[in-house]
């Protein structure tokens, strides 16, 4: 069986990365080849230059569309189709029509509300005309892959066919790394972490009050991986004890696992409520307690004091780090619990045993 699946993004995408490409090897295993098409290559990634970026975003769409009428004009050439979020941003959904048209069978998947891209945006134009795009592309589909109970809740409105796929890690990675990994000692620091990119920085702009008083009164220190510490003014980074870590893939399991509790703040907004909480995830593929906002995915992630705290004010924030600082015992049952967790409910072998049974009951459909 040969499918070809469209991406937003190359490997360097972590959406992508992690619900497209990390399938490539079990899907192999079950006798599916699957080509991927990303929409932004490597090149978007690396390029810093504003106008040699503005070209590889028409590169990129023209490659996109040169690639969308080969499928037209040879529908047989792959078995099914896969669409990370939508064929072409900013673009009407024709080609997923014109798919329809053409009997050509696809799957549309969501980590994200990218609806709101549309019916949020600050150009009343494009609230206008895009605000149903995303619900054209998901009736035209055969199946909707989502990865929570908001996206869920949407994509039922405009297609009934919906399955849940939470974001998972290759956790045998994850295994082998806490195998190897040195042990602090008692001497260092008490270490709160965070990952992310630049772009979910200002999530933690919303915890400083926190992070600073806490600071003030114990021995720790904040690693925020891949953080754009731009977000930050008048010696914030210093009064919180910050270090700015750079993201690389290599690194970033050793980096978690530096961590004594992993957090992920977030805003109480309808984008974030579109997140699948993978930061979550991560650390606890990582045997670390974890406390989040309580939104969205982070309520179902997150039992409170079992594997975990919900931390919403300024002083629940606090009160959670200095209830995990103060309990090693606690922190040692929330790691015990967050690992048995991952492996029954977080599990990438399930997943790809749903997601392959999905695409050949399509297939065959």
């Not at 040699?52 to 004009?73: D, E, G, M, P």
Request: aromatic content about 16%.
């Amino acid at each position: 069986m040969k499918i070809i699946a469209f991406t937003k993004y190359s490997y360097e995408g972590p959406s992508s990365r992690y619900r497209f490409y990390n399938y490539v090897d079990c899907f192999a295993k079950e006798h599916i080849s699957m080509q991927i098409d990303p929409f932004f290559t490597l090149a978007y990634f690396v390029q810093t230059n504003k106008v040699l970026k503005i070209f590889n975003v028409i590169v990129s769409y023209l490659r996109r569309v040169f690639q969308l009428l080969v499928v037209l004009f040879f529908p047989k050439k792959y078995d099914l189709v896969l669409i990370e979020y939508e064929l072409l941003p900013f673009f009407p959904a024709v080609f997923e029509y014109l798919f329809k048209k053409r009997q050509i069978k696809y799957v549309v998947d969501y980590d994200d509300a990218v609806f709101h891209k549309y019916d949020q945006h600050k150009s009343a134009f494009v609230r206008w005309f895009f605000a149903e795009k995303i619900g054209q592309v998901i009736s035209n589909a055969e199946v909707v892959i989502v990865c929570n109970p908001y996206l869920e809740q949407y994509a039922k409105k405009y297609n009934s066919n919906v399955l849940r796929l939470p974001t998972v890690v290759l956790l045998e990675n994850y295994k082998k790394a806490i195998q190897v990994h040195e042990v602090k000692t008692d001497a260092k620091p008490f270490v709160i972490g965070w990952i992310g990119s630049k772009s979910t920085s200002v999530y933690i702009v919303d915890i400083l009050q926190a992070m600073e008083k806490f600071a003030s009164k114990y021995d720790v220190v904040f690693n925020l991986v891949g953080f754009n510490e731009s977000v930050l003014h008048n010696g914030m980074k210093e009064r919180c004890k910050i270090e700015v870590i750079p993201w690389s893939e290599e690194s970033e399991i050793e980096e978690i696992l530096k961590f004594d509790v992993g957090i992920m703040p977030l805003k109480s907004d309808p984008w974030s409520k579109g997140k699948c909480g993978f930061k979550l995830v991560q650390y606890m593929s990582c045997a670390k307690p974890v406390v989040a906002s309580p939104v969205g995915i982070n309520t179902a992630l997150v039992k409170e004091g079992e594997n975990g705290f919900l931390a919403e004010s300024a002083d629940e924030w606090f009160e959670a780090f200095e209830k995990l600082y103060l309990n090693m015992e606690l922190r040692e049952k929330m790691a015990e619990t967050n690992i048995q967790k991952i492996e029954t409910e977080y599990n990438h072998s399930m997943n790809c045993k749903k997601y392959v049974e999905l695409i050949r009951t399509t297939v065959k459909s």
